[in-house]
């Protein structure tokens, strides 16, 4: 019998070192998610951090074409001339950040670029014919798709 009570007083020992063991996991992996939650606010504070910087520094790109606007607005007699040094800033500006114009008029028409606002009758199917409002792409990212016509290939009734 005072076998069996050992046994039992080391099975009681060893069960009570499991519960402290598996405490002390539980804690581990409480902090560690606490310190993954933290991590990830900071990450969050940071990237926020760094599109207000990027947000700024595009902005202060356009300041100077907005200022070259306005006072092409005051002095109307080289108004055309203020206007087309605008454009050449913009375009410029544009051009820097990877902007780029999607090509559309004769080009075959693709639903990842353009968008179909009108069909008219043509020699070839999908064949972009006019270009409503141009396209642009940042890099491969579309900012805004083409709208555009589309030619549709007549079909005779003889055939």
Known sequence: MEEKE????????????????RDEYKDKYLRKMAEFDNFRKIMEREMEK??????ADIIKEFLEPYEALEKSLKQDKNLKEGIKLIYKNIKKILEKHNVREIKAIGEKFNPDLHEAIGVVDGEEDNIIVEEYQRGYMLGDVVLR?????????EVKENE
Not at 6 to 20: N, Q, R, S
Not at 50 to 55: A, S
């Open 6 to 21: 050992e046994e039992c007083e080391k099975l009681k020992e060893k069960m009570e070192d499991l519960k402290k063991e």
């Open 50 to 55: 760094e599109k207000k910087i990027v947000e």
């Open 145 to 153: 798709h083409s709208k555009v016509i589309v030619s549709k290939k």
